[in-house]
């Protein structure tokens, strides 16, 4: 099975996501996939991987694990048979993919916890702008329960450095030369905010340089479960630079070197545009 989109991304919709740097894409993976990755995620809270980050608290708790593909076949599935390859590549009008790595990302019901403002370029090994994250969720999701929200057009500058750990507030990662990324929620009409309400199967797609973040899960009741993929397109080339992002690997590849590679596969996909 070739990863296909269940449904068209109109151009419309490209054009959208190149001028925001974010978009919100619905009903684009099906029951199966839905059903199987909450199984999946639930599997592997049971028996985390080496890359966790468990916070547990009095009333809730934030599990996130990177690199789940690269143990749990269920979930290799997904990246080689699911829609996610075949919307990266039409977002970034790619004639291929490469995945640079995946999450799960779960905030149970009343979680404090948030994911504070930051671009994700910093933590990743790659050169070039041609990458995005596709964020699909497991249950229904509002800026309450955890929603992303973007600051529209930040992917056009300025970048930010990552010197501030994204999820414990404080805790210092990588010294850079780039400014701190602001608390855009303090900023009010300086910049405009773009979320959405999510049902699941829908997915909130950005570039590797949109601003995001992301609240504690405050409603008492639902929880906040969601896979991201983290894809590269043509443009893309490896990056030897210092990231605070943990592989469960050290790459062989040299700097501006074509991602394709055991570390970071290819996958292929059917082009229906």
Same mark, same amino acid.
């Not at 048979?81 to 149970?108: C, G, H, M, T, W």
């Not at 930010?160 to 602001?182: E, F, I, T, W």
């Not at 992002?245 to 074509?258: H, I, N, Q, S």
């Given at each position: ?17 190149? *001028? ?5 894409? !619905? ?5 199966? $996939? ?42 290799? @599935?997904?990246?080689?048979?699911? &829609?996610?390859?075949?919307? #990266? ?16 990302? *779960? !905030? ?8 504070? %403002? ?5 933590? $990743? ?23 992303? !929200? ?13 010197? *501030?750990? *994204?999820?414990?507030?404080?805790? !210092?990662?990588?010294?850079? /030369?780039?400014? @701190?990324?602001? /608390?855009?929620?303090?900023? +009010? /009409? #300086? ?17 590797? %340089?949109? #601003?995001?973040?992301? +609240?504690?899960?405050?409603? &008492? ?22 990231? &605070? ?12 070197? &074509? ?15």
């Amino acid at each position: 099975m070739t990863s296909t989109l269940l449904r068209p991304i109109s151009e419309e919709e490209v054009a959208r996501f190149e *001028v925001d740097g974010a978009i919100c894409l !619905k009903t684009m993976f099906d029951t199966r $996939w839905i059903e199987a990755t909450r199984a999946m995620i639930e599997n592997a809270l049971g028996d985390p991987g080496p890359i966790v980050i468990d916070v547990r608290e009095k009333t809730g708790r934030m599990a996130v694990e990177t690199y789940p593909w690269r143990r749990i076949a269920a979930f290799r @599935d997904y990246i080689f048979q699911s &829609p996610a390859a075949a919307i #990266a590549a039409r977002l970034l009008r790619s004639e291929n993919v490469n995945l640079l790595y995946d999450q799960f990302l *779960v !905030k149970e019901p009343g979680t404090e916890t948030p994911t504070s %403002w930051h671009q994700d370029g910093p933590s $990743w090994p790659v050169h070039s702008d041609h990458a995005l994250s596709i964020w699909m969720a497991l249950d229904p999701v509002t800026l309450c329960s955890g929603g992303l !929200k973007y600051v529209r057009g930040s992917h056009k500058g300025p970048r930010y450095s990552q010197y *501030v750990n *994204v999820v414990r507030h404080g805790q !210092k990662q990588a010294k850079s /030369d780039l400014p @701190d990324c602001p /608390d855009f929620d303090t900023l +009010g /009409d #300086a910049v405009e905010l773009l979320s959405w309400d999510l049902e699941p199967g829908d997915c909130v797609v950005h570039n590797l %340089w949109t #601003a995001h973040a992301t +609240g504690g899960n405050l409603d &008492p009741a639902t929880r906040r479960r969601a896979h991201t993929t983290r894809w590269t397109g043509d443009r893309a080339t490896y990056s030897t630079k210092s990231v &605070p992002l943990r592989m469960p690997f050290t790459p062989d590849l040299k700097d501006g070197a &074509p991602l394709n590679s055991e570390w970071f596969p290819q996958v292929p996909f059917a082009r229906t545009w």
